[in-house]
């Protein structure tokens, strides 16, 4: 079946470093992908997403690049801090979009940042 | 302001029993989720409703139902509670046509 997967279960980065963390996913239908960041007893927080007519998109601090030619995205986060520490999902629409939008989820990426 | 909320935020029940988990979201927005998360992290989907009515059913098992009485509430029912039901149960909710999903805090159900 379509899966979406990240390279890396456990990332850890210094301080003021830029991550990296990266994701796979098989669905070529897919038009839509999304990070989300999910602290320690929270709920999953958007970060950003982007859509497979660009091929990167900006925020705060952090940006999505997507390749649809390998089918892979990461997410950058700059300047990593203490605060980023969480573990990181990203998530593709598998082409549905509206009322049937199913994101499916990768496994996860567990951000660890050391002082 | 809580833009998805969540009750209770933690759940602690014995097997066979019946139990209800609410959401509600004031984003104005017309279809909610719910999801299940395990003990790995991992997130899938179970329903999603759209203006109150089932969209997606991820072959959930009949002892869960979901219920939506308005846009802005989706409650999740399960009955006969088994061990393998413990997780972390999201609800999410998404404009009509949109794409990004806004997921509540959570509620942590443990089944003994």
């Known amino acids: 079946g379509e899966s979406v997967g990240l390279h890396l279960p456990t990332l850890s980065v210094q301080e003021g470093d830029n991550s990296i963390i990266n994701c796979a996913y098989s669905?070529?239908?897919?038009?839509?992908f999304i990070w989300y960041k999910q602290e320690s007893g929270k709920g999953p927080q958007f970060i950003i997403d982007?859509?497979?007519?660009?091929d990167k998109r900006q925020g705060q601090r952090v940006t999505v690049l997507l390749n649809k030619t390998v089918k892979h995205l990461s997410l950058q986060i700059a300047a990593t801090q203490p605060g980023d520490s969480a573990v990181y999902f990203c998530?593709?629409?598998?082409?549905?979009?509206?009322?049937?939008?199913?994101?499916?989820f990768g496994t996860g990426t567990q951000l660890k940042v050391e002082l | 302001d809580t833009a998805v909320s969540q009750t209770p935020k933690y759940l602690v029940t014995q097997m066979g029993n019946d139990k209800s988990i609410k959401c509600e979201q004031n984003?104005?927005?017309?279809?909610m989720y719910w999801y299940k998360q395990d003990s790995k992290k991992f997130l899938k989907i179970m329903f999603s409703?759209?203006?109150?009515?089932?969209?997606i059913n991820e072959t959930v098992p009949n002892r869960f139902s979901p219920k939506s009485p308005d846009k802005a509430h989706l409650n999740l029912h399960i009955n006969s509670l088994e061990l393998g039901d413990s997780a972390v149960y999201f609800c999410a909710s998404s404009q009509d046509g949109g794409d990004t999903q806004y997921f509540g805090p959570g509620t942590r159900l443990t089944v003994l």
């Open positions: 998530a593709e629409n598998g082409g549905l979009t509206g009322g049937g939008n199913k994101l499916t």
């Open positions: 982007i859509r497979s007519n660009m």
């Open positions: 409703y759209n203006n109150k009515e089932l969209i």
């Open positions: 984003l104005g927005h017309d279809t």
């Open positions: 669905n070529s239908a897919s038009d839509y």
